[in-house]
């Protein structure tokens, strides 16, 4: 190599040197952005956090989206009413006035008085939270919700077993169901036949057993799912109590570790691209 070629050489080492370093390192190492598909911000009697701390909490572990609830509908009020930069809340219509209600709402005819009269403050995308166990889901008062759900365009987020999802499905089968839990620990047999069956239910993933395995690495049966249905799952924190809100950052950094064990493309779609799909500004 000549003297000239070696100092040349030499520059364009020196300049590419210089141009990684001038690479901020967050650039570099932000994790990926999550959408949380399952937040309560409670309001019975305050809240765990004030609003400003619950928005940098948000901000610190990249959360750039909420699908926002509360038990009442005084928490969801305040986070929209608050109008955070780089933070899109998608509010859903809580079914509840306080937490008993979750034993009665589908027998009590003046919950879906609640509903439409939420309903009319123009912003809502769903109805839920909702709990319901079996046949709970065939009263008069909770197909009324469905249909009331189906004819506005709204989701419904749904606490249920399996047998209570198909009831839904039956009341309506147009409607639009985001399966809470994704069954808690219902065989990834039975969840895998039910989004063949459903194509308009997805699977929110907070609480969801059997995910990972041993040292954290996705289970075969996950991944396997996680790689036919890239379109179907959504990721959430559940924030139903305050030791909820207190391990915030560690829950998102569970999903970020078995998110990384999947191809970038679907780790997206899952972490935040399927909300963006569904809950997209018409």
């Given at each position: 190599?000549s003297?000239?070629?070696?100092r040349?050489?030499?520059?364009?080492?020196?300049?590419?040197?210089?141009?990684?370093?001038?690479?901020?390192?967050?650039?570099?190492?932000?994790?990926?952005?999550?959408?949380?598909?399952?937040?309560?911000?409670?309001?019975?009697?305050?809240?765990?956090?004030?609003?400003?701390?619950?928005?940098?909490?948000?901000?610190?572990?990249?959360?750039?989206?909420?699908?926002?609830?509360?038990?009442?509908?005084?928490?969801?009020?305040?986070?929209?009413?608050?109008?955070?930069?780089?933070?899109?809340?998608?509010?859903?219509?809580?079914?509840?006035?306080?937490?008993?209600?979750?034993?009665?709402?589908?027998?009590?005819?003046?919950?879906?008085?609640?509903?439409?009269?939420?309903?009319?403050?123009?912003?809502?995308?769903?109805?839920?939270?909702?709990?319901?166990?079996?046949?709970?889901?065939?009263?008069?008062?909770?197909?009324?919700?469905?249909?009331?759900?189906?004819?506005?365009?709204?989701?419904?987020?749904?606490?249920?077993?399996?047998?209570?999802?198909?009831?839904?499905?039956?009341?309506?089968?147009?409607?639009?169901?985001?399966?809470?839990?994704?069954?808690?620990?219902?065989a990834?047999?039975?969840?895998?036949?039910?989004?063949?069956?459903?194509?308009?239910?997805?699977?929110?993933?907070?609480?969801?057993?059997?995910?990972?395995g041993?040292?954290?690495?996705?289970?075969?049966?996950?991944?396997?799912?996680?790689?036919k249905?890239?379109?179907?799952?959504?990721?959430?924190?559940?924030?139903?109590?305050?030791?909820?809100?207190?391990?915030?950052?560690?829950?998102?950094?569970?999903?970020?570790?078995?998110?990384?064990?999947?191809p970038?493309?679907?780790?997206?779609?899952?972490?935040?691209?399927?909300?963006?799909?569904?809950?997209?500004?018409?």
């Open positions: 190599m003297i000239i070629s070696a040349t050489g030499w520059r364009f080492f020196i300049a590419a040197a210089v141009l990684l370093s001038a690479v901020p390192a967050r650039a570099i190492e932000e994790p990926i952005e999550i959408f949380d598909a399952h937040l309560h911000y409670n309001w019975e009697p305050k809240p765990y956090f004030q609003v400003d701390e619950v928005l940098a909490l948000f901000r610190k572990h990249r959360v750039t989206g909420i699908l926002a609830t509360s038990r009442p509908n005084t928490g969801t009020h305040a986070l929209m009413d608050a109008k955070a930069d780089g933070l899109w809340v998608v509010p859903f219509i809580r079914p509840y006035r306080v937490r008993p209600d979750i034993q009665t709402w589908f027998n009590d005819p003046t919950i879906f008085d609640l509903v439409q009269d939420e309903y009319k403050r123009g912003y809502y995308r769903g109805i839920g939270e909702f709990h319901l166990s079996g046949k709970a889901a065939a009263t008069e008062c909770v197909k009324k919700a469905v249909d009331f759900a189906v004819a506005n365009d709204l989701y419904l987020h749904a606490h249920a077993d399996d047998e209570a999802v198909e009831i839904l499905m039956r009341h309506n089968a147009r409607a639009k169901i985001i399966w809470a839990h994704t069954g808690f620990s219902l990834p047999s039975r969840v895998a036949a039910m989004l063949a069956t459903y194509p308009q239910l997805w699977g929110e993933l907070s609480y969801r057993s059997g995910i990972t041993a040292g954290g690495a996705l289970t075969p049966e996950w991944r396997a799912m996680f790689e249905y890239p379109d179907r799952f959504l990721l959430g924190s559940d924030t139903w109590i305050s030791e909820r809100w207190a391990s915030y950052g560690s829950i998102m950094a569970e999903y970020r570790g078995w998110l990384k064990q999947l970038p493309g679907i780790a997206k779609q899952i972490a935040h691209g399927n909300a963006k799909r569904l809950f997209a500004k018409q």
